[in-house]
Structure formats: C-alpha cells, structure tokens
C-alpha cells in the first residue's frame, strides 16, 4: 500500500520545482518503488532519489501524469499517480459584437455593443479577467454588464455589454487576463472604442492575383488584401474542399497581413483556397470572403516508370510510355534513347501516345528510355529489353536436410519454380554452382540440361554428398539456346532438428515474452499482438477486447489483434504454433494416425468483430491447410473455451488467423493453448481466485492465482 505526498493534481507556475514523494505504509517484503510518466519518457531534469521524484525549473513540457508504481512480487502492485499542470497564458484576443438583435455591422449610438476577451491559458477556468474604461477599473451597473463566462462565446472567455450606447460610453477599454497570485506575466489587450475607430473590413484580391501558376518545386504568394476596416483583423486561409487540409497539415492557417507563401509546391496542393476575415482582434460580424486558385506546373507523369520485357530473339517488341497527366499538358518533346545513346528517327507526332517498335536481336538488348518533356519539365519511361529467361524461383524446402547414414554427409532437396518460361526463347535446362559460403570456394558445377520447366509445375533436384556441418551457397540459373539467365541464391546449412517437448507439455499462456515457440506468419497483413491489462494503451478503444487474461488477473498476458488505424476490413494476422513432428508420436505400427487435442480460450467482444479462424497447417513438400475450426461476430464479454481433435498426416502447426472486422471495435484475443495427445476428454473443474484446475483429461494441472505451498485453502469440489 502507498500514499503520495501530494493531491491527485498538482498546478505549478514555470521555472518551479516539484517533488513528489511516493510513501510506502503497508507491505512485506519492502516493496521496490519506480516512477513512470504519461505521455512520454520522464523529463531529462527529473531526478529519483529513493522513493521521490524531483523536477527541477519544469516547463510546460513537463506536463503530464506521473505514476509511481510499487512492486514486492505479492499480489497486484500498488500504483498512484498525480496529474502535473504546468500555468500557461498567450494569445490574448477580442471581439467587438454589434448590437445581434438588429443585424449591425456598425456602432450606432443607442444601441448596444459588446466587447469580448479570451485568452489561451492552462488550466482555463482558473484565469481572472478584470476590465477598465480609460484606466479605471469597471463594476457592473445598469449599463455596463461583465460576464465572467460568456455563453456565446467560447469557453473561458469573458465579455463587457455596453446596453443603450450613449457619447460617455466612446472610451478605450481594456481587458486584463491573468492567474491570482500566480508568476505567470499578465496579459493586456486595449479596444478604442470611437465614431472613427471602428468600421467593417473589406476583403479583396488584387487584380491578377486571381490565379497563381508556379513550377512544382517553386514558391507561390497568394494574396488577399483587406483595404478599409478598423480595426484589421487578421486572414484565414484554408482549402476550398473540406476534407483537405493547408500544406502545413492545419486546416486553417492565420496570416496577419492576408499573404499566404507556400515554400516547395507541389502538385498536391493544386486547387483553390479560401481567405475570409477572423471573427477575432475586429467586428464579430458575417465574415468577408474570397478565393485564389493556385496552379501548380509539373512535369509529364508517365507509366510505366521501369519494366522488365523479355521476348524471343527474331520477334517484333513493342515499347509503349503512357502519359497519365501533365500540367501544362502540351507536350514539347519525345526522344527516344538505347544504352543512353539518341536514336535517330523522325520526330514523333506529339498528340500521340509514344512507341517504339523493332525487331529483338542479340545485338539490341539493353536499356531503353523515353524522354518526355513539356515546359514544366521532363520525364522518363525505362524499358530493360532482353531474351534472356526470367529467374527461377525459389519454392518451400523440406524442413530439414536429409542425413545419409554412412558418413558425415547429408543432400538438401533443391526445390523451385520458373517464372514464364515461354516469355523468351525455350529453356533447356539449368546450372547449379554450389559453393562453400564463407570461402566463395566451388565445389561442384551441375548441368541440368534437358530438365525443361512447365508453368506452374514444381521442379525438383536432390544435391548430394554435402558435409556436416559446412553452410554452401547455392546458384540456379536457367540456360536457353542463345544465352544464360541470372543466378538466384540462397544459403543451406544441415542442423539438427530441434525436437518440440511432446505436444502433452506444449501449454502455452503467453506468459513469457517468448511465447512457448509461436511466431508470426510473414504472409499476413499485420501481426497478434502480447500484452496484458498493464500493458495496454490507455487510450485504447472501448467496448471491444478483454481487460483481463481469461484468468482474471491483471499480470496475465494474452495474443490479440488491434482493430483500430491502420488497420482496415478484411486484413489478416496469423499467430503459428511450434513444428510438431507427428511421426515422432506415432502408436505402434499399423494403428493409424495419432490424434490430437487442441484447446483455447477467445474473447471476441465488439460490435465489428470479424472473425477467428484455426488452421491444420501439415507440412511436406508443400504445406496444405485445412480449416478445423472457426467463428464469427461477437460472442459476449467473456472468455469461452473451445476444444477439438486433430489427426495430422505429418509434421503440423496450428494456426490462429484473426480477420480485422467493418470498423475498430474488433479486437480479438486468445490465450491458454494447448496441444495435447489424444482426444479431448470431457473436463471436470474447481474454480479458485479466477483460475481453473484442470481434474482428469490429458492436461496439466496449474497451480490456482494465489495459492503457495504451505498455504490454506478450500476447495469446492462440484460433481457432474
């Protein structure tokens, strides 16, 4: 148990220290005391010294929430925090309100007008707002109204209502912001408050200002003048479309003399932007508005930027460069170049998509390019061009090499695919040089001629008389008549295969951060995710995933996928089991397949819950998957239990896929494997403290949260 030695909120000016202390009255063993921050690391001026926390001279950088958390590894640890405010106060602004009720945009004597006054402070509700008229300080009277909180007004702002204006009314006033008895500096803003001194703005655009056309990469002035009003508020810019932000990100950007300069255009910000006059530091009247388009030149954007074409020799081939868009459109020049050298030919029509069209010969493969120009700049389309074949592919292995009894030898099945082998002229075989990897030193050269690939077909050659325990780089390279294609590569090294404990052990809570042997699937869209209630983001989405482990407790960890940005409908994580070898486990010769029990907790709460799927994933020459159990939508705000039999051909995993659901009240969690041999068994349980003890069946027997040798305890035992 511990105390802080301050109140749940501590509010400070700049340039103080603060100390806070974490004081422990209650635990056995003396716990051990840290101290955290949210957001964010703590300050590199914050000192711990036992168990207090100094901040020597804080800024309002250094705001936030400090946690002071105490651990003796009995029960749950002890945490309190305290939220660190830090006083701020700027950007001091002021209205002027005509009289509302009669749609004025001027002061007219006989009316009433208001004067309003907001400041930027932390915390806001604390700041004082005091008024004066020609330096003398105001009271309310029948006339002159304060209002400490203006309802129309934005929060925290304060307002002077001048009713039935009279000629003894035509003063200066001034609004003063500041913090009682605070460091902070005070903030002032005067209003004059006169027959000449106060009139509506009028906005305008200079003539040719209309429009504005600027090279991409350039500087752009959009201008929008305001030439009469008193006094001269200042200029907001944005963006025409609604849902597009200014080039800094904001969706407003204030300019004080109505000049918006944009430093590094590019053709994103292309389109039309709004200048209107601010509400505020003027007339709080209907706001005066404008437009500038902005035109941004850029050079022809073409497809394809770069492609591979293969084609047999003696074929014609087509290069074809795709103008997608340009600004200016009007195209200025097309050339054509191979190996960086011009090609010599009539001048292209210019209207016309550009093409290049010859006949493949050995002596004209190479690089080409097009050059495209138009007077914002130019583009290019690259072409390589060749009748070499395309690279092999490399396909799944077997999981391990395969040891030769006699000797200190072993062969590795060389596995692969051919990419399009009827793109160039017809492959007749393969070279496969295998090296020893860290010397670079051939050991043997195959030719493979007459071993032709199919599409699509799986190609196989089994190397030999490779020695434990040396690492080879091996290179595949198909051949055709006329030339070689590019060596792909890969590195084999013979290990011996690590044997997983038998699946009867295999329990896996998720408890340690190496998680019992699981792994990510690198195919998928995103990754499950271990945590605990500790651990989780504060700020993490409601009504959707668990707040627990299906235990209960706070410490326990789980898997579980985030819904939330940038996550969209339809993508998958898959969480896979370790490689079980099944023939290891096979029942004596003739009795079939081994069967298998698997059982999980999930929790799927969440109006957008996708869907949790479980995988038989058997290994060979190629993996097969088969779907063995799955569902759907929310399921409850609990943990449930599911269980069922496998009975794998061969080595296997299992695979949990978690689909992301509409929208990001989707989370998905699991925890709890187990891989067990045999059946499953129909379960009898004890409830203790949030666990279950498992009585009977194939599995293991946990110790209850809570419980010690040596301890007391009941047990409630509930027949079935």
């Known amino acids: 148990m511990i105390r802080l030695s301050v109140d749940d909120a501590v509010v400070v000016d700049p340039g103080q220290d603060v100390v806070l202390t974490c004081e422990v009255i209650a635990g056995f063993p003396s716990p051990n005391v840290t101290w ?12 711990v010294r036992g168990r207090s926390l100094t901040l020597r001279a804080v800024t309002p950088s250094d705001a936030g929430f400090y946690n002071c958390t105490a651990v003796n590894n009995v029960g749950n640890p002890a945490r309190k925090n305290v939220n660190l405010v830090v006083r701020t106060m700027n950007n001091l602004t002021f209205q002027i309100t005509p009289d509302s009720n009669k749609d004025s945009e001027t002061i007219q004597m006989g009316r009433d007008l208001k004067l309003s006054c907001h400041v930027d402070a932390t915390p806001q509700d604390k700041v004082n707002y005091t008024w004066y008229k020609n330096g003398a300080l105001i009271y309310n009277s029948d006339n002159l109204i304060l209002l400490r909180s203006d309802p129309d007004m934005a929060p925290g702002t304060s307002s002077l ?93 204030e300019t004080p003399d109505g000049r918006l ?17 601010a509400p505020y530091n003027g007339l709080n009247i209907k706001r005066r508005e404008a437009q500038v388009q902005l035109n941004v030149q850029y050079s022809p954007i073409l497809d ?18 795709t103008i997608l868009r340009a600004n200016p459109p009007r195209l200025t020049d097309i050339r054509w170049y191979r190996n960086g050298e011009i090609i010599r030919m009539p001048m292209p029509d210019l209207k016309e998509t550009p093409e290049l069209k010859f006949k493949l010969e050995p002596l004209n493969n190479g690089s080409y390019e097009c050059r495209v120009s138009n007077y914002a700049g130019t583009s290019s389309c690259t072409f390589n061009v060749s009748a070499k074949p395309y690279n092999a592919e490399f396909y799944f292995d077997t999981p391990n090499p395969v040891r030769i009894l006699k000797g200190n030898n072993y062969s ?27 010397l670079n030193q051939l050991v043997k050269q195959i030719d493979l001629r007459g071993k032709e690939p199919e599409k699509g077909v799986l190609m196989t050659y089994t190397i030999p008389d490779l020695q434990i325990p040396v690492s080879y780089e091996v290179r595949l390279s198909p051949i055709t008549t006329f030339s070689t294609g590019d060596y792909v590569t890969r590195i084999i ?13 295999h329990v896996c809570g998720f408890e340690d951060d190496r998680i019992c042997g699981f792994s990510q699937d690198r195919s998928d869209n995103f990754d499950w995710t271990r945590q605990n209630h500790l651990t989780q983001n504060p700020k993490r989405s409601a009504n959707t995933g668990p707040d627990t482990d ?31 070898n099944e023939t290891l486990y096979r029942g004596p010769k003739g009795s079939g397949r081994m069967p298998y029990c698997v059982s999980f907790y999930y929790h799927m709460k969440g109006k957008h819950i996708g869907a949790l799927n479980v995988i038989l994933r058997v290994r060979s020459i190629a993996s097969v998957d088969s779907m063995v159990w799955s569902k759907s939508g929310p399921q409850g705000p609990d943990w449930k239990k599911a269980f069922f039999d496998v009975s794998p051909s061969g080595p296997f995993q299992i695979v949990f896929e978690g689909i992301r659901g509409s929208s990001f009240e989707g989370d998905i969690a699991i925890d709890d494997v187990s891989i067990t041999t045999g059946k499953c068994k129909q379960e009898n349980t004890v409830a203790s403290a949030g666990k279950t003890v498992l009585i009977g069946g194939s599995h293991p027997l946990p110790l209850a949260s809570g419980l010690t040798f040596g301890s007391s305890c009941l047990l409630l035992l509930l027949y079935r």
């Open 493 to 505: 090294q013979y290990s011996e295969p690590y044997t997983y404990p038998r699946p009867t052990d």
């Open 550 to 580: 299906r235990s209960g407790t706070k410490e326990g960890f789980y898997m579980y996928i985030e819904a939330s940005q940038p996550r969209v409908q339809g993508e998958k994580a898959r969480l896979m089991s370790p490689l079980f």
């Open 412 to 438: 590795y099945n060389l596995q692969w695919t051919q990419k399009d082998p009827e793109a160039t002229d017809r492959i007749i075989g393969y070279w496969i040089n295998v090296r020893k990897n860290k």
């Open 304 to 321: 394809p930027v770069f492609q591979d074409v293969r084609s047999r020799n003696s074929q014609m081939v087509t290069l074809r460069c």
């Open 36 to 47: 955290t921050r949210y957001p964010g690391p703590l300050p590199l001026s914050a000192q």
């Open 261 to 277: 300069r944009l430093r590094n255009v590019t053709r994103d910000m292309m389109g039309a932007y709004r200048c209107q006059t």
């Open 161 to 253: 209502e001048i009713v039935d204006m009279k000629f003894r009314d035509l003063a200066t006033y001034s609004c003063v912001a500041n913090f009682p008895g605070s460091r902070v500096p005070e903030l002032r803003v005067d209003v004059n408050i006169s027959q000449n001194s106060v009139s509506p703005p009028v906005l305008t655009v200079p003539p040719g200002s209309q429009v504005v056309s600027v090279r991409e990469g350039g500087v752009a002035e959009l201008l929008c003048m305001i030439v009469d009003g008193k006094p001269r508020p200042p200029v907001l810019w944005s963006r025409t479309e609604k849902d597009l932000l200014m080039p800094s990100g904001q969706p407003v950007v």
